[in-house]
């Protein structure tokens, strides 16, 4: 029956017409002059949020300029030039047709965007942020890029038929705020679902790529080839998060208790670091909300002591991998926390990347290290994948988890998971 109901969708949505056209302004009628610093000031922040920059910035191009490669299950689509550039930016649009596209994702000229676009979460902006995300947009400088054009295999390259993903997954209202929770709760979600847009790497997809919902909300997916790990309570992690835990790892980088953000998340960490601590404190409060309370450093302590408990019985077998460990890593990952040559020391025992189901995360760690931090106060953590090959690789990995996660199964075919990562880009 869904498939009738599917293709039913589709043959309308390829059939009936599709959305109109926004007639353009006159380059240079929406720049920064007319709009207040408070006005300006407000949407910086709110692309900050939204790390608009992040994507919408090519390796080695111009901020904003587009050109990022985004590798989905469909198809690599490439971000768009979001400067206000009249030829091949966003100069012409108006109001109307920018605040159309992030709620509805319809570009000005009525084609569909993508859902890799995320404006099923930016739907959920305010008016007020929303105009002043445009007016700060609008008041940076032109960039003339002409980014690659996406084409996706038939039938995705049918733009039209992402009507049909709107109207059985996209829902285009505002936030409505819970009149029985908090202020700060209120916040949090809102910048959580809204501008934030967590969902987008840290909830699964189904088949066409729209987030679960229900239980499903925030319990971990995917971005970029790493795993997002959960953000509500979760046995991947050796200690569950909480409110302080999650402000100092989402205000700097770095938890104690959890380790340090890498891959994707250091450049959102990055954007989180320049946003009011009011804004970071209502974030964690959100997402603190959704697990139940916990003893965080008796969870820690025990899961230190089993990881010591493991040393002489879990990795019986493993003596290459251990030489491995103490040649390349135990100078700054010792129990001790080690002497502090590169920044700060995550406890190998409490890092959620070593006791996760599959070994992704870690091994792209291990292979490319750590050369873009959230901050410079983290330092850097160098790679291995020129010093060791994929059996190398592996045995470290290997030894690493039943060292420090000896209650997790232990991984399977690391050597090829290694050489696949060692074909990818370090992001």
């Known amino acids: 029956m869904g498939g009738v109901v599917g293709g039913l969708i589709g043959l309308a949505c390829a059939i009936l017409p599709g959305p109109a056209s926004i007639a353009p302004v006159a380059p240079g009628g929406a720049d920064g ?20 920059a992040v994507c919408h910035t090519a390796p080695g191009g111009a901020t904003n300029a587009g050109g990022l490669a985004l590798d989905t299950p469909f198809g690599t689509i490439y971000t768009t030039n979001l400067t206000p550039d009249p030829e091949t930016g966003i100069g012409t649009w108006s109001y109307p047709a920018f605040a159309r596209a992030m709620r509805e994702g319809i570009s000005r000229d009525g084609t569909h965007l993508y859902p890799a676009f995320p404006y099923t979460a930016f739907a959920k902006l305010s008016e007020p942020d929303l105009l002043a995300l445009y007016a700060y947009l609008m008041s940076q400088p032109p960039v003339k890029h002409v980014p690659p054009k996406t084409t996706l295999p038939f039938p995705l390259d049918q733009r039209r038929l992402v009507a049909g993903w709107n109207w059985l997954f996209h829902d285009a209202r ?19 679902d809204g501008a934030g847009h967590c969902g987008a790497c840290h ?9 679960k919902g229900g239980v499903a909300y925030l319990s971990g997916g995917e971005a970029e080839g790493w795993v997002a790990p959960p953000l509500v309570a979760s046995p991947a992690s050796p200690v569950p998060w909480t409110e302080g835990a999650l402000f100092d790892y989402l205000r700097t980088g770095f938890s104690a208790q959890h380790g340090v953000a890498a891959g994707p998340m250091a450049p959102v960490v990055a954007g989180l670091a320049a946003l009011p601590e009011a804004d970071v404190e209502a974030i964690a409060h959100y997402l603190a909300s959704l697990s139940p309370p916990v003893d965080a450093a008796a969870a820690a302590d025990a899961a230190i002591r089993q990881a010591r408990g493991a040393e002489t019985v879990a990795t019986l077998g493993l003596e290459n991998g251990r030489r491995a460990f103490d040649a390349a890593c135990a100078v700054c990952h010792a129990e001790s926390g080690g002497v502090g040559h590169f920044g700060v020391r995550p406890l190998m025992g409490l890092n959620t990347s070593v006791s996760q189901a599959a070994p992704d995360n870690l091994l792209r760690v291990l292979h490319h290290g750590i050369d873009q931090p959230a901050t410079g106060e983290l330092g ?48």
Not at 391 to 419: D, H, K, T, V
Request: glycine residues 8%.
């Open 174 to 192: 505002p936030f409505a705020p819970d009149p029985a929770r908090s202020a700060m709760w209120n916040r949090g979600k809102y910048l959580v």
């Open 33 to 52: 002059a007319m709009w207040s610093a408070a006005t300006l000031e407000r949407g910086r922040l709110v692309a900050l949020a939204g790390d608009c």
């Open 380 to 427: 850097y953590m160098p790679g291995f994948g020129d010093a060791f090959d994929d059996r190398q690789m592996a045995e470290l990995a290997a030894y690493i988890r039943a060292r420090y996660a000896p209650g997790q199964p232990a991984w399977r075919n690391l050597a090829e998971a290694s050489a696949r990562i060692r074909q990818e880009a370090a992001h």
């Open 203 to 211: 909830t699964p997809r189904n088949a066409l790529g729209a987030e």
